[in-house]
């Protein structure tokens, strides 16, 4: 089964059609309900994440109305009958999803993190197709329809997680030699985060592995310039360094072009094509991600 939050929230069974959640109201609530459902999410916190503006006078009976809508969309015809997998216990909610569902936004988040560990230990191709695959999972929305703290926070989150794989998918594929996407993953973080240093620095690197060192400082230059007319503050040292490397190396770095191809599956591991079945793409274990999990050397 595959839960998606990002942009139209549905439920893939798996070898059913999927089921879409059209209330604004009821795909936030499913969307807490679900990311919080280790510990369960209280009955008043979840009122007020679905009406931040403030509660209506007959709140209560309107959630239980939403929460019934949320626990048909969740039930499954697998489910014994006067079994629930949503329900109510002191005070909060807790809603039990089948083990092996997938939700969109915890793969994306555990691909990241294991992108991060794969290019720190210098597995350039692994870090490369787990941080790209996140990205394409992460491109959307979030709730669109619906406004709150709640909501705003998770946004935030999964905008800095988009970044980290966005950078992450970036610095690896500068390593290994893939220009072309070094700079097309380092220029889109640089336009969705205009003031971070971290960006700009990938798309240093990756300009000074193509070989274009004009590049590079051209982009040190305009993060110093955007920093200092609009924050009042002078890069990192850890930027610093990066320019001033850039400037003990004259002479452009031979670009070696590699022949690794990102993998389309897992680039776009929740895109179905309706036209031919298709297996599960992944799926979350105890320990972890799956399908994205990689123990053997990917081909180069």
């Not at 697998?78 to 083990?99: F, H, K, M, S």
């Not at 092996?100 to 915890?106: F, N, P, R």
């Not at 895109?271 to 274990?285: F, G, Q």
Request: proline content about 7%; charged content about 25%; some cysteine.
């Amino acid at each position: 089964m595959l839960i998606r939050l990002i942009g139209l929230v549905t439920i893939e069974p798996d070898g059913a059609p999927p089921q879409h959640l059209s209330s604004a109201q009821a795909q936030v609530a499913f969307a807490r309900l679900l990311l919080e459902r280790a510990g369960g999410t209280d009955r008043d916190q979840l009122a007020e994440t679905i009406w931040p503006e403030g509660l209506p006078d007959t709140w209560a009976s309107a959630l239980r109305s939403l929460v019934s809508r949320v626990r048909t969309f969740v039930t499954t015809p697998q489910d014994q009958p006067g079994v629930t997998p949503l329900v109510a216990q002191g005070g909060r909610y807790i809603l039990r999803v089948p083990q092996d569902a997938a939700v969109d936004v915890e793969v994306a988040e555990t691909a990241v993190t294991e992108a991060a560990e794969a290019y720190a230990e210098g597995s350039y191709a692994v870090a490369q197709q787990l941080a790209a695959g996140a990205v394409s999972n992460l491109r959307g929305s979030f709730l669109p329809s619906h406004e709150g703290e709640w909501v705003n926070a998770m946004r935030e989150q999964l905008e800095e997680l988009r970044l980290k794989a966005l950078e992450t998918a970036s610095l690896s594929s500068s390593a290994l030699g893939d220009e072309h996407h070094a700079l097309r993953y380092a220029e889109e973080a640089v336009r969705r985060a205009p003031f971070r240093e971290s960006a700009y620095r990938c798309r240093m690197a990756a300009h000074t592995r193509a070989g274009n060192r004009a590049e590079a400082l051209r982009s040190y230059q305009q993060l110093r310039e955007v920093l200092a007319e609009e924050l009042g503050i002078d890069p990192a040292p850890e930027t610093e360094a990066a320019y001033l490397e850039l400037l003990r190396t004259p002479e452009p770095r031979t670009a070696t072009r590699s022949l690794t191809c990102l993998d389309p599956v897992l680039m776009g591991v929740f895109e179905v094509d309706h036209r031919v079945p298709v297996p599960r793409p992944c799926s979350l274990a105890e320990h972890g991600c799956v399908t994205h999990r990689m123990t053997s050397s990917p081909a180069a």
